[in-house]
């Protein structure tokens, strides 16, 4: 654009002369007709009025493809915002939820990421074809609640903390071939444990309550039947470590000591059993003496930081005349248990343990008499490996042992199962005196005891009764 009075051109953006700085836009305008008179004119040619300054505005700019991408560029921008917005809301309102993502091919622990908490499942009262997850309370029995369309159940643990019961188990759907699912009950609500895609066969086998936080062992199967050992942290599951070639992995029992996790149990290899643990997921397997060939594990116990762990060893070839020692590991160190003399006592079960202070107490059985012709069962338990039998309660004749032991308020506590099917009675002894607790009629079932705890005054157990 050139100046009108110098002449210059300037650029077509300039509002003012760059030379002389005269007003490129500036026109004179009549202001009783609105004649526009050039620059130098002084009267208005239309009228005679004379002319006064009046600057051009300048022209807008007109929409351009760019500016409209700008607008869609921001509108885009506002809408990320607003779903980053949502996303954020979503994850505080779920941030106490867990996802466990598990592969079957290996025997790495499970990485935890945001996930479900255990799924709680619709619950009802029914009795199972082969087995019922019961639990007693100060003698008396209560069938555990099943989700709809399960026929069976079993308990394998008890805890109560707080007043709050926990009691680890499992179900199925059919008692032919239907699905399995391993769970708990939070005073008598079940819930869901998860499993990885394809699992099998899920089995529980202890139940621990630390901070709050549910601790459950076991194991499952993947598509091919190769079993796995694991642990749940409050439903979501973790695997455990085996030696390559190990096969039957099984969990004994669980504890839980400030932010270590231990879990006993056992594997089988060129056809043997090896007892052992694991410390937060990591094997470790049990030292064994000279002649030792196999060996088992029965249960664990934590008592001030000291790790026990109760089981039992073959010297020489069981199925040839091997002897079967009772035992228990203390940090490692192995420590032999005491049995009556005599060249009859030809098997021995380790079941359960406790410790209080420096005082171990273990839960179990041995076995007296020709296995061929007439054996006697006996319940007994060790302190200190110390053996002490115990009496069986009015009108049982033969109980399969003491099975689950725990000390409270200075009184000793031990339950067992009778060895018969048909029985209503389960074995318990307070300071080895027998008691008698029956189940009700509709539940006469063989008894199988699979925990014991207490919680002020009173004493529960858990139980799987199994049909005659």
Not at 106 to 132: F, H, L, Q, R
Not at 148 to 161: K, L, N
């Amino acid at each position: 654009m050139n100046c009108s009075k110098c002449n210059l051109e300037n650029e077509e953006s300039a509002k003012f002369c760059s030379d002389c700085g005269a007003n490129l836009f500036a026109i004179k305008t009549c202001p009783k007709c609105n004649f526009q008179g050039n620059e130098d004119s002084h009267f208005c040619k239309n009228c005679g009025t004379k002319l006064i300054d009046k600057p051009i505005e300048s022209p807008k700019p007109t929409k351009t493809k760019k500016g409209w991408k700008s607008k869609k560029i921001f509108l885009v921008i506002i809408a990320v915002t607003i779903v980053v917005a949502v996303a954020v809301v979503v994850f505080f309102m779920f941030k106490n939820k867990e996802i466990a993502t598990l592969s079957l091919t290996g025997n790495e622990e499970i990485e935890e990421k945001i996930s479900t908490i255990v799924d709680v499942t619709a619950t009802i009262v029914s009795t199972g074809v082969w087995a019922d997850a019961v639990y007693w309370k100060d003698g008396k029995c209560y069938k555990l609640s099943l989700p709809s369309g399960a026929t069976d159940s079993r308990a394998s643990g008890i805890v109560v903390s707080n007043d709050v019961v926990y009691i680890s188990g499992s179900y199925g759907t059919s008692s032919d071939g239907g699905d399995s699912f391993a769970c708990y009950w939070i005073d008598g609500v079940i819930y869901n444990l998860s499993l990885p895609s394809g699992a099998k066969y899920p089995r529980t086998s202890g139940i621990a309550v630390y901070d709050d936080l549910v601790y459950i062992t076991g194991s499952y199967s993947n598509d091919q039947y190769k079993e796995f050992p694991c642990y749940w942290r409050n439903g979501i599951i973790h695997n455990l470590s085996i030696p390559s070639g190990a096969i039957s992995p099984r969990t004994s029992g669980i504890v839980v000591s400030g932010d270590v996790v231990y879990i006993a149990g056992s594997y089988y290899a060129q056809s043997k059993s090896t007892a052992c643990y694991w410390r937060n997921g990591i094997i470790n397997n049990l030292p064994l003496p000279g002649g030792a060939t196999e060996s088992y594990v029965g249960g664990i116990a934590v008592s001030d930081d000291v790790l026990y762990i109760a089981g039992t060893y073959i010297i020489g070839d069981w199925n040839k005349g091997g002897k079967a020692i009772p035992c228990y590991w203390k940090n490692g160190i192995i420590n032999n248990l005491t049995l009556p003399n005599g060249e009859d006592i030809w098997h021995n079960s380790i079941n359960s343990i406790t410790v209080v202070g420096d005082v171990v107490y273990i839960a179990g059985t041995y076995c007296k008499g020709d296995p061929e012709v007439s054996y006697k069962v006996s319940p007994c338990y060790w302190r200190n490996s110390t053996l002490h039998n115990l009496s069986l309660p009015s009108g049982t004749d033969c109980c399969s042992g003491a099975s689950a032991i725990a000390v409270f308020d200075n009184i000793l506590h031990i339950a067992g199962s009778p060895s018969y099917f048909g029985a209503s009675t389960i074995c318990y002894w307070k300071n080895g005196v027998a008691q008698s607790w029956k189940a009700p009629a509709h539940l006469q079932k063989y008894v199988r005891i699979t925990g014991i705890a207490k919680s002020g005054n009173s004493v529960y157990f858990a139980a799987t009764l199994w049909m005659q």
